[in-house]
């Protein structure tokens, strides 16, 4: 079979398994009872609805527990650029207390990305930026009436990331927390701004442990929701019955059953074509090492180092499979810059796909 020939006939096959992946996700979720909680439209149900913010409170009651929080309201989470030509950004779920103010940003990240630290660096300083800017909350007389060491004061301000990987390889912990120190002393520049990340997967023990707390539950619940037919006795407490409440799948509305299929093909993309990649890694590396004489294992080795890659390294033959990745995780709401990062296509090739959503 010539070249040519060979790369038509992967584009067949990518093709028929795009025509498949529809039917096949529906019918995977009619096997489910609950839908994946990583997904963005699942994710909102039971954490960014202002209709059931009690899920919400709970978690931040157990991430934060010094900050004893009696009741959290929704806020917008559009931010609009200062600079004209800039980009905004938006972010999954944000609210305040009610009592002091202190601000949360909540972001839930199914993917690793090269830049999601400094993702939440810049959303921190957004939200900080926020609650000086007249109209959003804050009116003109109330900040000319501020003493004049009040002018730069804020809320205490947290960014909160939900990760569906390991963020930290070789430690255990679950819940990591940042804040700006010294880098001699290790004391704090600021107690008002902090950065902290779950890790979903990282619970691997028993989890009707007695020793499992409610985050250890908590990140085990969320990492394993579409295995379960039904929520088991060792997730117990108003917490849990509501987080599976929410997240059955037959009590969605239609158009949130629409939205979670659409969410859930993004998916499947991605999943179908890390293993396309990676397939095709290990079998060129194979066919060099003949080639050049060198021992199989040894190959092996070199094209496991190009599928961590992820999606590096397809070839020019998949750009309209790719094309049609980046198209969903666009809609899903990801940034252009990951969807880059994600299908190795350029920025601005991005952007030009998003211009003709």
């Known amino acids: 079979m010539s070249y040519l020939a060979g790369k038509m006939k992967d584009m067949e096959n990518i093709e028929g398994r795009c025509k498949d992946r529809k039917k096949q996700a529906r019918e995977k979720r009619m096997l489910q009872r609950y839908a994946d909680v990583i997904s963005d439209t699942v994710f909102k149900r039971l954490f960014g609805d202002e209709k059931f913010p009690d899920l919400l409170l709970y978690l931040l009651r157990h991430l934060i527990p010094e900050r004893k929080i009696s009741s959290i309201v929704y806020t917008s989470q559009e ?6 030509e800039g980009h905004g950004i938006r972010i999954d779920v944000e609210c305040y207390e009610s009592e002091t103010g202190a601000r949360f940003a909540v972001e839930m990240q ?20 926020e609650q000086h800017d007249v109209g959003v909350g804050i009116s003109l007389e109330e900040i000319r009436n501020r003493e004049k060491d009040e002018k730069y004061s804020y809320a205490p301000s947290y960014v909160i990331a939900l990760m569906n990987y390991d963020d930290n390889k070789g430690s ?37 442990s007695p020793a499992a707390t409610v985050l250890d539950k908590f990140c085990y619940a969320l990492h394993n929701m579409t295995t379960f037919e039904r929520r088991p006795k060792y997730l117990e407490g108003k917490f849990f019955e509501m987080l599976f409440e929410r997240a059955e799948i037959a009590k969605f509305t239609p158009q949130e059953v629409m939205k979670y299929e659409r969410d859930m093909l993004t998916q499947w993309d991605i999943d179908d074509l890390r293993e396309t990649v990676r397939h095709e890694a290990r079998a060129e590396g194979l066919a060099e090492g003949r080639a050049e004489g060198r021992a199989e294992g040894r190959a092996e080795g070199r094209a496991e180092g190009r599928a961590e890659g992820l999606l590096k390294g397809i070839d020019r033959g998949r750009s309209e499979s790719l094309a049609m990745v980046a198209q969903n995780l666009l809609k899903s709401g990801m940034k252009p810059e990951d969807v880059a990062h994600n299908t190795t296509l350029s920025v601005e090739k991005i952007l030009e796909i998003q211009r003709n959503l």
């Open 172 to 208: 255990a912990e679950i819940k990591h927390e940042y804040a700006i120190t010294d880098l001699g002393d290790r004391h704090l520049m600021t107690d008002k701004i902090k950065y902290i990340t779950l890790e979903l997967p990282k619970y691997h023990e028993p989890i009707d």
């Open 79 to 84: 931010h609009q650029s200062a600079i004209p």
């Open 110 to 129: 199914a993917l690793r990305t090269e830049h999601f630290h400094d993702r939440l660096l810049l959303y921190s300083t957004y939200i900080i930026q």
